[in-house]
């Protein structure tokens, strides 16, 4: 099984809607990262989470980590067809060496 | 200010031969890291070169080779090519002394195809 495990693999939403993407470590997380991924093109850094509790937000999209849990959550409010893509968490082994889950595929019809 | 650049975008291969693709770090960076993304997986690390050493290395065998130049350029080669291989290669720069990974900047990709 992976380190990272992410819920769902695949959503497809009505644009406007709210939609909540999940990731869970086997592993004591210390530092959670999302990225977005255009389909075959590079990761785009969207946050980083590092404390227990913490919430951070750009423009319509928030991120929270729940450390007891090990668990993060990334949500995004009144969404539009510019969020589509697959969205990634990672977290951090060690210097520079990250874990990744599998992503999950978003659509949003417009 | 140029980002992480890559090349080739596009290749494909036949099993049994070896290829090179290349990467340049974003300005200023020191660091560079390598990572396979299979279709539909998440990306899976490769090692990491810096002051043209391997520092790090996942779980890959010796198959795969790198080189850092001294204008922190890198290469990853690939001997033997299998058609698992096939995949997207991601190659993201850093400054080594930073252990904040999300300061890791990727590039485009490049995607081999083995056929």
């Known amino acids: 099984s992976q380190e990272l495990e992410q819920s769902p693999q695949s959503l497809i939403v009505q644009e406007g809607k709210n939609l909540t993407i999940n990731c869970t470590s086997s592993k004591t997380l210390y530092g959670l990262y999302w990225y977005k991924q255009k389909y075959g093109e590079g990761l785009i850094f969207l946050m980083m989470l590092q404390k227990g509790g913490e919430e951070k937000s750009h423009e319509k999209i928030t991120a929270k980590l729940d450390e007891k849990k090990q668990q993060s959550s990334l949500h995004i409010t009144a969404s539009q067809p510019s969020h589509a893509g697959i969205y990634l968490c990672?977290?951090?082994?060690?210097?520079?060496?990250?874990?990744f889950g599998a992503g999950t595929r978003l659509t949003v019809k417009p | 200010d140029a980002g992480v650049t890559q090349s080739p975008t596009h290749l494909i291969k036949t099993r049994g031969q070896q290829v090179t693709l290349r990467c340049s770090p974003k300005s200023g960076h020191d660091t560079v890291s390598w990572y396979q993304q299979a279709l539909g997986q998440g990306p899976q690390f490769i090692f990491q070169y810096y002051e043209e050493e391997e520092r790090q290395r996942g779980n890959f065998p010796d198959r795969f080779s790198g080189h850092q130049f001294p204008n922190y350029s890198s290469e990853l080669n690939v001997n033997a090519l299998l058609l698992g291989d096939s995949a997207l290669y991601l190659c993201?720069?850093?400054?080594?002394?930073?252990?904040?990974?999300?300061?890791?900047?990727f590039g485009p990709g490049t995607r081999l195809t083995v056929t």
């Open positions: 990672g977290a951090d082994r060690m210097n520079n060496d990250m874990r």
């Open positions: 993201a720069s850093s400054l080594f002394r930073t252990a904040r990974s999300y300061e890791q900047y």
